[in-house]
């Protein structure tokens, strides 16, 4: 047909429409698809193929037909605006064809409708071109959508027409037609539409629009969602309707049309202008596009207006994009990146605060304050920040430029911004590939980076079919696929070439964004790429603040910097600068005197007519009488006299509401007079500290551990107010930048004057006390600007020297007197900063003695011989000197070889001279000195590299002269001028007084700088003695603080060696610091000793910061000139305490060694002794402190260390000039070790000897110990010979060659003063980071076979990395790889292999298993498998692992085992910790299996921030993994050594038994209340609740519990204790009800921190399981064990039989059975043992061991109580007790029972029955209860044989102790008794032993057999007694023995009779002669025949 009718053809389904099932087709090979899709819009439908008729209008006529045959037109409408044959905008009438050809088609129309006979409303459509004629196209036979076009313009309605013609109604019948027609409208007389008189005319012209759902940007695609908001405002001449409304939407099976709008007016021109004025009003918002914007611009197109269209223009407008209007490009950038940002900031806070309320904590660095964007807008790319200055305030920044936004976010998710002086509301919606951002009613689109090679749906929809196969090729802007979207099919284009692979399948339903295929791109390179935009951003005009007043000023900086406190911090480049823009505003500002007058300018204005006029006039005159004075120095702000203002007046006010009126008004006023009343200044000081007390308050939140548990912390503080903590976290995650802020405001705040107001000190105080590096810069702000407080200032000392001066000159100021002078020469106060001035004085005479205090004060440590003053021609002043070198100088030897030939020996010469400039300098020349001193002042400000260069070229050009002079050094001292161009504040100068500047020359560096000693004065190099750092090359670091030298140390190393030894040392020498010279008091030494410390950790910090080496064995150096009068001893402490003080903070900065130099008088009078004081810490937990004094060895003449006091140091008979040593192996694993938080190996055995040491002192309080022994620990290492066999051996520390290291040590600990061994073993984490490989797997296993093999505890020490990974090096540099093509290896590739060579190589090595191959053309080796050299890469460590596991567990069960995890226990490492069982865990380390980094790649997301979150303290402690936590290794240590003090020594050993200090037959104070209780309480008492400073005791001995497994399943308490010294095992009940929280798992996002309750007395899983554990322990421990029973029972609730409560219920009773020792249950006063709770530690389950005792006051049965009564004493049951019991009941029931009752008599009884029942029944209760009561008793119990004793609790203690004594003597002889004969029953053994107590004590005695402490009296007696008197029990145990063994033999022969007579023969071998006869004789009395 299409071939027939010729292209281009229509394809047209009849029931199509409204744009559906009609489809253009221009070549046959498109026709068979397009054909199919209208198949698909229009399922059934018949089809047309059509002509197409080009470039004509689409007008349309309205008829109207009744039944009767008659037809009327309406006139017609023009529908020529369509878009893919949709109508898009209608008119009424149509204007385009002419009245008479319009008239014709009219008339066609009806005669068409006529001839068909039809009824009803109906449109003929006709296609009319521009020459007039016009073509059929259908009738409708419907009513159209734009049926009010006509309506409008005819006045019918049509709907109402149609249903009264439906009704039979005749058209002239119709009102409506009637009245178009002319005629009376009520009237019924027949019209003649034909030929009518008055034609009927269209009433002025009407345009409609529709409102659809379509994206005019892209090609008007429809998509669906929902709408926020729909306005529209109907008026007079426009309307409009709409099928949705606001929080509405279309779905995606809904037409894209949603609205109509309709506008009516005089004329085209009027309606149109009307409409656009509409569309402009109505305001959409929802998820998809609207055609509003795009209508708004087609109606004001010239062609439409001029009304010059065809059907085809909107399609060809679209072809070539005509757009709706666009915001300004900056503006909607600036929009859109807020709107992204804004949303990122959301999503970050909502997301942190859900984590937060779960209970799961993310990094801080999740809270977003810094957004970086990119938006493509029309191809160009614009990238973005976006920052938020404050809550509303954004900052945009791009390419260098930024503009400031305020922004408000509006409920309804939109944006209100001003910027650029305007204000816009703007919304966002994000698409799948891109960002619609509408400002006002304008809208842009912003593109994401797309990926084109990933096809994507562009809605949601179905996926009807693919136009291309699978894997087939498809060019760019060709179809690939079709979908249904809104019941129209659209096709997807490709937007690059290449092969398609599908994702999805046909019939798919999508939804937007989601992935539809793959493209494989023909050329990826080809792919466009947006072009960057590197324009700026247009400035705001934010001006306004310039010219503002200063408390407006002040108010918004104010503002900004609180928000920088709270976290809202610019990015770096922009923060520094505004900051400091910001603060210099603001104290600019403040100090501005008009600030509080404008403020109160302000409020005045505000309250005036407000407050009386009386009031108001005072204030005002106030106020201008401050005005008037304002540039007043003395001008104070009126606060005060304000204040007394409003008082007077409010004292004048009677009435209560009077007063309360005027304060409320007068509120800020007072507001205001209270902030000013301590003056500007004190405003000022207080704003400040406001800011600082801000930044503490966020900061000292977290300084206590890692961030986490802060969070936790944090949560907890805050319960319900997650916001807070949010907050908190917020602004700590900005601390480096509020750091530098807080600085800034602590230097304007004290820089101007150092003196501190009390508040201020206590705030700075604060600052110096946080710890966390994050707060170091402030800290040292702080601390810094509190020791400039202390400081004298400069221009006091300028004075007290000068005066001193001028007292010295005599009367006529020639000379001067030298004594005088003796007090600044000796005064031990820094006087070099003030001295050099006084070269320069008016008076000469000063400035000679200035000179020669300088030459005498420096060389004050050597001997001055001659000292002469003379002077140059100009008057310049030179002092020459000559001087000896001490001994000591290291100069002395070397000097002495050189210029022997013409000086004394060690004399010098030396010259000090001052010149005005360096030009009077070079000018002049002089004789030989070796020494010369050059005092320069120098007026400019030059730097010190500048000075440098000026001095060494002068040098350099004088070198000769130099030289031949024999000048050995040359001096520069340069007194500048102070510009202080760095120091604007107090503070500074304080610190960079006017110091003058060194630079020193020496003949033996070739007069170059030597750059050690610069700024140093030489003579003093010698008391810092820098010389002793020779093994060391050192850098000058540059100091803030002008007493200290730093250096950076790099140990000298061989050529070519790097240096891995770098340390600071930092060296001052301490002076006084007022010039009155006195005897420094030891206060004096102390402060300033710790004043230095604090200032030599400071300079450490901050030099820490600026190098990039890592340092270790940093050490401090101090000489205190002044002599100190005090006791040497004293100083230990002082220096120890001092230590301990800032231990952390010193071993953060890694300072191990210390030094002090001191001169001590012990008497006023005494002579000075040099005493010398070293510190070193190398292992982090044991401070060593040896003390030498220096004295000089007379044959040698050398100084030398020699030890002062008892102890004697490492360097006792060193010399004094020993150089430091530099680092060793040991040293440098040392601080590997410590860097990762973990002690040393090799310093565990010191580590268990000072654990040893204060375990000896610890334990004196509990026992009564004989004194330590001399030698406290021996230990021998363990190492692995070549046979793999254990070998004793004692070498270096570090001289292992595996990570494994192991000891046997002997201890001698309180308990076991005699020693017990113990084997240690420990990971070595330097060692391949502590993993396991074979040999360490097998030194483990070993070592702890020894431990089992001795029956003695083995301790293990885990600091590991779990089993070893590694590749086999020899291979991997040596393998090639064969590609599948060589020219491009993603092609992949086909194997590895070697080349015939390599493999020659390592074939012999056993690495690789290759097989032979011919490839490529060359002979290759392919690699199969990979073996590698060395042993331990892979699967054989882990069968090592496996073996150490199974060794672990045999040695749980067999001897005592512990752990401590100390850094962290990895995979097989956290195995054998919890093998080991008993595990103690340093707090900052964690027990993993795998870590947080790799679980991280697993999740595919940052989850766990930290492995700490893994298997830290709060994990493993809280599950009972870990039985305790301690703060450190040494701490841990300890533990283990406490634990141990209540474990048998080996196996076979008894408990050791301590003498308590605490009496066995004292009585127990503490009570169990009935009420809950801290059950600790009950074991080990408490401080007394009424008596201050008592103990009230508990069962145990003082001091002896320790509690294990605490926060694990916390309703039961277990734990060691010692009863009378003897070590016993303790499990109680906690009586309160505890809370169990589960924290959340962050990687399950669901996951919440839950909180359960657990009740008092009960059993739940976790509380039965810990029980059975710790029962598992003790025995294996040797321990009895006391369990202190008060359960209810078991909780059987659903959760906790899931959670296995039977299981482990079941373990109990396991642990109770296996038990090898005494084992006591007690029920308590006031307790409880019900139910389950008593089947699992009854007695029966081990009768051997186990007892049962009650106390009188406690309670034993089936149910409590209330609920026996439940079941076997029901309200019957009560009833008849009342009416056996109660009168009343009794006669009434008695009366009851008479026959002759009336009814009414009856009832009444009845009733009154019922009354008395109801009333006894309560107390009847109570009675039942009690009677069921005392069936539960003690007494009951005891009669029963189910408990041993009825107990007094307060006496308990003292009757089970002897009981357990006399329990563990019984079990010692059962154990004799029974190696003696195993075959006894216990209970055979127990009546033996009474029988022989009987028989030694005597019948009448056997009474006291019951009586414990007489029968452990009897026992210890028999057990001690010596070899002489044998004991009545050995001498039983050996007829025992005897018989025992005769019969074995007997029953032996008996069942082998055959071996009989062999044996005996075998055995009268070996028998004497004399028993042989014996035999002989009984064997021939046997044989006379027996009488029967």
């Not at 073509?135 to 734009?146: D, G, H, K, S």
């Not at 004793?1288 to 595996?1298: F, H, M, S, V």
Request: glycine content about 6%.
């Amino acid at each position: 047909a299409a071939e027939d009718i010729g292209y281009p053809v229509m394809i047209k389904a009849s029931e199509g429409g409204g744009g559906k099932g009609i489809r253009k087709v221009n070549t046959a090979e498109d026709f068979p698809n397009l054909f199919r899709q209208v198949q698909t819009e229009v399922p059934g439908s018949p089809i047309f193929v059509m002509r197409l008729a080009k470039h004509a209008r689409h007008l349309e006529v309205q008829i109207l037909a009744d039944h009767y045959g008659n037809a009327i037109s309406l006139f017609g409408r023009d529908c020529s605006v369509q878009r893919r044959h949709q109508k898009i905008i209608e008119e009424a009438p149509a204007t385009i064809a002419t009245s008479s050809v319009f008239d014709n088609m009219e008339k066609c129309a009806v005669k068409l409708a006529k001839m068909v006979g039809y009824a009803s409303a109906g449109t003929v459509e006709y296609l009319y071109s521009q020459d007039g004629s016009f073509y059929f196209l259908e009738l409708n036979p419907r009513l159209q959508v734009e049926h009010p076009c006509t309506e409008m313009v005819a006045d019918v309605n049509l709907p109402s027409a149609q249903l009264q013609i439906a009704m039979g109604i005749p058209l002239h019948r119709i009102k409506d037609i009637r009245m178009l027609y002319g005629v009376a409208p009520w009237g019924d007389s027949p019209i003649d539409f034909e030929n009518s008189a008055n034609i009927p005319c269209p009433r002025g012209h009407v345009i409609a629009a529709r409102i659809t759902s379509e994206n005019p940007d892209e090609g008007f695609k429809p998509s669906s969602g929902t709408v926020q908001e729909l306005n529209f405002r109907s008026s007079k001449n426009v309307w409009g309707y709409f099928s949705v409304a606001a929080a509405g939407g279309l779905h995606e099976f809904a037409d894209s049309q949603f609205g109509h709008c309709f506008s009516w007016g005089e004329n085209r021109e009027e309606a149109i202008s009307n409409m656009v004025v509409a569309l402009k009003e109505l305001s959409i918002r929802g998820d998809f596009r609207t055609t509003v914007e795009y209508l708004i611009r087609l109606l004001e197109t010239e062609s439409f207006q001029q009304n010059s269209i065809d059907t085809g223009w909107l399609d060809r407008l679209i072809a070539e994009k005509v757009q709706a209007e666009r915001p300004d490009t900056m503006l909607g950038i600036v929009c859109g990146a807020l709107h992204v940002a804004d949303k990122s900031f959301r999503n970050s806070v909502s997301n942190f605060l859900h984590s937060l309320e779960r209970g799961q904590v993310l990094p801080a660095h999740t809270l977003l304050n810094t957004v970086d964007g990119e938006l493509i807008y029309e191809g160009v790319k614009y990238v973005l920040k976006v920052t938020r200055q404050s809550p509303n305030c954004y900052v945009v920044i791009m390419n260098n430029s930024f503009v400031e936004v305020d922004v408000h976010r509006l409920s309804d998710g939109g944006l209100l911004l001003s910027y650029h002086g305007s204000s816009y509301t703007s919304y966002m919606k994000e698409e799948v590939d891109r960002y619609r951002v509408t400002i006002g009613n304008k809208t842009c689109v912003f593109e994401k980076e797309n990926d084109p090679s990933l096809l994507r749906s562009p809605s949601a929809g179905k996926l009807i079919q693919y136009t291309v196969e699978d894997g087939g090729h498809v060019f760019a802007d060709h179809c690939f696929a079709e979908i249904e979207v809104m019941k129209m099919v659209m096709t997807l284009v490709a937007q690059a070439s290449g092969c398609i692979h599908y994702v999805k399948r046909p019939g798919a339903v999508l939804e937007p964004g989601c992935v539809i295929a793959k493209l494989q791109l023909d050329d990826p390179s080809r792919v466009q790429q947006a072009e960057l935009f590197t324009g700026p951003l247009v400035r705001n005009q934010s001006s306004a603040l310039q010219g503002e007043k200063p408390h407006r000023i002040f108010h918004y900086v104010l503002d900004n910097l609180g928000n920088v406190m709270n976290g809202f911090c610019l990015p770096e480049a922009y923060f520094d600068i505004k900051v400091k823009d910001w603060v210099e505003r603001l104290m600019q500002t403040l100090r501005d005197p008009s600030l509080p007058l404008l403020e109160l300018q302000d409020i005045m204005t505000s309250v005036s007519g407000r407050i009386p006029q009386a009031v108001e006039k005072a204030i005002r005159k106030e106020m201008a009488q401050y005005a008037s004075n304002i540039t007043s120095v003395l001008c104070q702000f009126p606060s005060q006299q304000i204040a007394n203002i409003l008082d007077s007046h409010a004292a004048t006010l009677n009435r209560k509401s009077e007063r309360e009126v005027f304060f409320m008004n007068t509120q800020s006023i007072v507001q205001l007079v209270q902030r000013y009343r301590s003056g500007i200044r004190g405003h000022m000081k207080a704003v400040v500290m406001d800011l600082l007390r801000q930044y503490l308050k966020v900061e000292i939140e977290f300084q206590q551990g890692h961030y986490e548990k802060c969070v936790f912390t944090l949560r907890e503080d805050h319960k319900g107010d997650m916001t807070t903590v949010l907050n908190y976290i917020f602004s700590h995650a900005q601390v480096t930048k509020k750091n530098l802020l807080v600085t800034m405001l602590i230097d304007q705040l004290c820089g101007r004057d150092p003196t501190l107001t009390d508040e201020l000190i206590t705030i700075l105080t604060e600052l110096t006390q946080l710890s966390k590096t994050t707060n170091a810069k402030v800290a040292l702000r702080a601390r810094q600007v509190l020791i400039a407080s202390h400081l004298p200032s400069y221009e006091l000392r300028h004075n007290q020297v000068e005066s001193i001066f001028l007292s010295a000159i005599d009367m006529y100021g020639h000379q001067f007197c030298i004594e005088n002078l003796q007090k600044l020469i000796l005064s031990e106060t820094s006087i070099f900063d003030v001295l050099p001035n006084f070269f320069y004085h008016s008076n000469q005479v000063v400035r000679m003695a200035a000179l020669e205090v300088y030459v005498r004060r420096a060389y004050i440590a050597y001997e001055l011989n001659s000292v002469q003053h003379r002077q140059l021609q100009d008057g310049t002043c030179i002092v020459e000197f000559q001087f000896m070198l001490p001994t000591s100088h290291p100069n002395s030897v070397s000097d002495v070889l050189l210029d022997a030939a013409f000086t004394p020996p060690c004399q010098r010469m030396g010259a000090m001279v001052a010149f005005r400039t360096f030009e009077d300098f070079v000018s002049t020349r002089d004789e030989p000195i070796h020494i010369l001193n050059v005092a320069i002042k120098i007026d400019n400000d030059t730097d010190d590299d500048a000075l440098v260069i000026m001095f060494g070229e002068f040098m350099h050009s004088m070198r000769s002269i130099l030289f031949d002079h024999g000048i050995r050094r040359l001096t520069f001292l340069v007194a500048q001028k102070d510009f202080r161009k760095q120091c604007n504040y107090e503070v500074d100068r304080r610190f960079h007084r006017e110091f003058p500047k060194f630079f020193t020359f020496r003949s033996r560096d070739k007069f170059q700088e030597d750059r050690i000693y610069r700024h140093l004065e030489p003579a003093l190099a010698f008391q810092l003695e820098l010389n002793r750092m020779r093994n060391f090359d050192l850098t000058a670091m540059p100091c803030a603080n002008h007493k200290m030298h730093l250096y950076l140390g790099a140990a000298k190393v061989e050529a070519g060696i790097e240096v891995t030894d770098y340390r600071f040392f930092v060296r001052a020498i301490i002076r006084h610091s007022d010039l009155v010279t006195k005897e420094a008091s030891f206060e004096y030494l102390q402060n300033e000793g710790e004043r230095l410390l604090l200032e030599a950790m400071d300079e450490l910090e901050v030099a820490f910061n600026n190098t990039n080496v890592r340092t270790d064995c940093n050490h401090i150096f101090l000489n205190f000139v002044p002599t100190v009068i005090m006791d040497p001893s004293k100083i230990e402490e002082s220096v120890r305490s001092m230590v301990m003080r800032y231990g952390s903070r010193l071993w953060k900065l890694r300072v191990l060694q210390a030094e002090l130099k001191i001169n001590i008088r012990l008497t006023p009078t005494g002579k000075a002794i040099p005493i010398r004081l070293f510190l070193t810490n190398e292992s982090g937990y044991y401070l060593d402190i040896s003390l030498y004094k220096e004295v000089t060895n007379s044959r040698t003449g050398q100084i030398m260390f020699q030890a002062y006091g008892d102890k004697q140091g490492p360097l006792h008979g060193m010399l004094i000039n020993t150089p430091y040593v530099t680092k060793d192996l040991l040293q440098s694993k040392r601080f590997q070790a410590q860097s990762l938080g973990t002690t040393y190996v090799y310093d565990l055995p010191e580590m268990f000897r000072q654990s040893l040491i204060k375990l000896w002192t610890s334990m004196e309080v509990q026992a009564y110990l004989p004194s330590p022994p001399e030698e406290l620990l021996t230990f021998t290492e363990l190492v692995l010979d070549s046979q793999g066999q254990l070998v004793q051996l004692n070498r270096l520390p570090g001289g292992n060659e595996i990570g494994m290291v192991a000891w046997k040590m002997h201890l001698k600990s309180p308990e076991c003063p005699d020693g017990r061994d113990i084997i240690v073993i420990s990971n070595d984490i330097t060692h391949k980071i502590g993993s396991f490989g074979p040999q360490e797997d097998l030194l483990f296993l070993r070592a702890s076979e020894l431990a089992r093999s001795k029956g003695i505890p083995r301790i293990y020490i885990a600091a590991n990395s779990g089993a070893r990974i590694g590749l086999a090096e020899e291979i991997r540099h040596m393998f090639h790889v064969a590609w599948e093509d060589p020219a491009d290896p993603y092609k992949g590739y086909k194997y590895l292999y070697l080349t015939p060579q390599d493999y020659k190589k390592v074939s012999a090595l056993n690495s690789v298993h290759c097989e032979h191959v011919e490839d490529e053309g060359e002979s290759r080796y392919k690699i199969t498998d990979i073996i590698g050299k060395e042993e331990g890469l892979g699967v054989e460590n882990l069968r090592g692992s496996g073996m150490i596991a199974g060794e672990s567990s045999l040695a749980y069960d067999e001897i005592i085992t512990m752990n401590l995890v100390t850094c962290r226990a990895i995979g097989i490492g956290a195995y054998l910790v919890r093998l080991g069982q008993r595990t103690i865990q340093v707090e900052n380390s964690h027990i993993i299996l795998t870590g947080a980094g790799a679980l991280n790649k697993v999740l595919g997301r940052e989850v766990y921030t930290s492995n700490n979150q893994l298997g830290g303290v709060q994990i493993m402690h809280n599950n009972g993994v870990t039985h305790t936590t301690v703060y450190d290794d040494f701490e841990g240590v300890v533990i283990i050594l406490q634990w141990l003090s209540y474990m048998p020594k080996n196996v076979s050993s008894s408990v050791p038994i301590l003498k308590p200090k605490d009496p066995i037959d004292r009585t127990i104070e503490f009570v169990p209340t009935k009420t809950p209780y801290d059950p600790r309480w009950m074991l080990a008492g408490r401080p007394h609740p009424t008596q201050k400073g008592q103990w009230q005791s508990g069962f145990f001995d003082y001091g002896s519990f320790m509690e294990i497994m605490q926060p694990w399943a916390q309703t039961v308490v277990v734990g060691r204790a010692r009863l009378g010294g003897i070590p016993v095992g303790v499990v109680a009940v906690e009586t309160r009800s505890v809370e169990l929280s589960i924290p959340a798992d962050p990687a399950n996002l669901d996951s919440e921190a839950k909180i359960i309750q657990q009740a008092g007395q009960v059993w739940f899983p976790d509380s039965a399981f810990k029980t059975a554990q710790a029962i598992k322990d003790l025995n294996r421990e040797g321990l009895p064990l006391m369990v202190f029973a008060n359960w209810r029972g078991f909780s059987g609730g659903m959760k906790d039989m899931y959670d296995q409560v039977l299981k482990f219920g079941a373990c109990i009773v396991d642990g109770l059975r296996e038990y090898r020792q005494p084992m006591l249950v007690y029920i308590p006063p006031n307790a409880e043992l019900r139910g389950g709770s008593w089947v699992v530690i009854d007695p029966t389950i081990n009768p051997r061991h186990m007892e049962m005792y009650a106390d009188k006051e406690s309670r034993g049965g089936v149910l409590e109580p209330e609920g026996t009564v439940e079941i076997k004493f029901r309200k019957k049951d009560l009833v008849k007790t009342m009416r056996r019991v109660d009168p009343v009941y009794m006669s009434l029931a008695e009366r009851l029972g008479t026959p002759e009752l009336s009814p009414g008599e009856r009832k009444e009884l009845e009733t009154k029955l019922k009354e008395r029942e109801e009333f006894l029944l309560p107390i009847y209760h109570q009675v039942a209860v009690r009677f069921a009561d005392l069936h539960d008793t003690p007494g009951r119990m005891q009669e029963k044989g189910v408990i041993t004793d009825i107990l007094d609790w307060p006496t308990s203690r003292t009757f089970f102790y002897w009981r357990l004594r006399r329990l563990l003597l019984e079990d010692t002889v059962k154990k004799k008794i029974l190696a003696a004969n195993p075959e006894l029953t216990d209970g055979q053994i127990q009546a033996m032993l009474r029988r022989w107590f009987v028989e030694a004590e005597g019948a009448v005695k056997a009474y006291l057999w019951d009586d414990n402490k007489d029968v452990v009296e009897w026992l210890e007696k028999q057990l001690l007694e010596e070899e002489g008197a044998r004991s009545v029990i050995d001498e039983n145990i050996k007829y025992i023995c005897r018989d025992y063994i005769l019969k074995q033999i007997r029953s032996l022969v008996q069942a082998n009779p055959e071996v009989a007579m062999d044996s005996i023969v075998h055995m009268t071998q070996h028998i004497s002669p004399t028993q042989r006869a014996e035999i002989v004789r009984i064997l021939s009395s046997m044989d006379a025949p027996a009488s029967t």
